[in-house]
């Protein structure tokens, strides 16, 4: 046999399989290229919103839990108080409203709409309650609050927030299916007129910080819902207007306005100690901070030190890279709000989620901003951070409604199936009688036992 080498069997040589042909690689990106190509491409995943929104806020309220416990010490101390009183009460509220937040998550649209105007009537009666002597509680100077037993107190213009919300969307959401938003009276009215009720019954109580975050969530609502530049700029003058009236008939918030840029606890005849107390623990961080439990200032120098002024406490004991942290997180919460608001089709979703974010966002940058010195100081708790069970409970709640909204995206829907555990689902959709596929085992011995006929030993 010429050309073919025998084997030593005598047989032919099996015929040798044809090589397969090299895979083409493609040309390897610069590294830069390339960490942004797949930074771009998890980016835009289905499922990117959804884990923003709960991880963002998980890590602030976690983090807001540790300063707290450390801002708060010192005062309980001085109120002859344990230590932890205030972490414990901020605690308790943290778990009741992980309930309220896995509760609103879990939510489908239609009860969330069902639940605005009882949420509204409900916030409107403990706002006017909070007005009637003997029930009402002063605080700071600040009529506000209303006594609920013991040492917990709650302040129903919290919920006043939540209830704007939740109402104005879905006024604006019916009014858009029906085909009312064209004409400038179906947006105005009722909206407007409610939330000018709301702000009416917060300023009665003095405080003029919660009243500035209404007027921000209503302008977002009329923003997104595609009001005129005219009708815009006209419900802004009017509300201009009215807080320069606020503001300069009240000394208190003359003397606020008056210490931006200050530099020296007395400026003048202006006491700015809280302003630029602020300043110092800030300056006095560093970049990496004095270390958790460090600070200087809240040992009484800066006044409401896990409070309004959290953030300077943070600043002082975790330092620059601490705000920094602080501030990425809450910029990943707004920017999933944003992208969650931009992508559905439901109007009242868009609203809700749309509305949500300008509320946590807006608050965030007036306390950070009258903190940084940049903005007067108005009296409003950081988002997820500050001690105040009050804020924290409706604003848990509000994040709930952004991760249901996050996970009800068609994309996230389809993702969040794909990825369910195997042995989690049921086998067979027919009842006791439907044919089952029977659950494959790998190990061995069932493989063996499987392969063996029924007489063999």
């Given amino acids: 046999m010429s050309g073919v080498p025998a084997s030593r069997t005598g047989r032919p040589p099996a015929p040798r399989a044809p090589r397969r042909p090299a895979a083409t690689r493609l040309p390897r990106q610069n590294g830069v290229l390339g960490f942004y190509d797949r930074a771009r491409r998890s980016w835009d995943r289905p499922l990117t919103a959804y884990y923003l929104i709960f991880g963002g806020s998980l890590l602030i309220t976690v983090l807001g839990l540790v300063m707290v416990y450390s801002a708060s010490q010192i005062t309980a101390l001085q109120m002859s108080l344990p230590g932890s009183y205030f972490f414990r ?57 209303i006594a609920v037993g013991g040492s917990f107190q709650i302040q129903p213009s919290e919920f006043g927030k939540l209830a704007l919300v939740l109402w104005g969307a879905d006024l604006l959401a019916r009014k858009q299916d029906k085909r009312l938003l064209t004409q400038w009276k179906h947006m105005l009215v009722p909206l407007v007129p409610a939330a000018f009720m709301l702000l009416g019954l917060i300023m009665i109580g003095g405080d003029m910080g919660t009243a500035i975050i209404l007027t921000a969530i209503l302008f977002g609502l009329l923003w997104l819902a595609g009001a005129p530049t005219r009708l815009f700029a006209g419900v802004l003058s009017v509300a201009a207007v009215l807080g320069l009236i606020l503001i300069k008939t009240s000394p208190n918030r003359m003397a606020r306005l008056q210490c931006l840029g200050a530099t020296e606890p007395q400026s003048g005849p202006v006491d700015c100690w809280q302003a630029v107390h602020g300043i110092y623990a800030l300056a006095s961080g560093g970049i990496f901070g004095s270390g958790l439990g460090a600070s200087v200032e809240k040992w009484g120098q800066l006044p409401e030190a896990h409070t309004d ?37 439901d109007p009242f979703v868009r609203y809700a989620a749309g509305g949500v974010t300008t509320w946590i966002t807006a608050q965030a940058v007036i306390n950070i901003g009258a903190v940084l010195g940049l903005l007067p100081i108005a009296g409003v708790p950081l988002p997820l951070f500050s001690y105040g069970g009050s804020a924290l409970l409706p604003t848990m709640f509000a994040i709930g409604l952004l991760i249901a909204f996050a996970r009800d995206e068609p994309a996230a829907r389809a993702a969040l199936a794909m990825r369910q555990p195997r042995f989690g689902r049921k086998r067979g959709a027919g009842g006791t009688g439907s044919k089952r596929s029977p659950r494959r085992w790998n190990t061995m011995r069932r493989r063996a036992s499987a392969a063996r006929s029924s007489g063999e030993r």
């Fill in 89 to 145: 009460k901020q605690l308790l509220a943290a778990v009741i409203g992980a309930g309220l937040l896995f509760a609103a998550s879990r939510m489908p649209v239609k009860l969330h709409r069902a639940l605005a105007y009882p949420i509204l009537a409900g916030a409107v009666f403990l706002m006017a309650l909070v007005q009637i002597p003997g029930i009402g509680v002063s605080v700071n100077g600040n009529q506000n609050w």
């Fill in 309 to 345: 002024f959290i953030f300077a406490v943070t600043g002082e004991e975790l330092g620059l890279a601490g705000t920094l942290s602080v501030l990425a997180l809450f910029a990943a919460l707004g920017y999933a709000g944003i992208r969650v608001a931009g992508r559905t089709e």
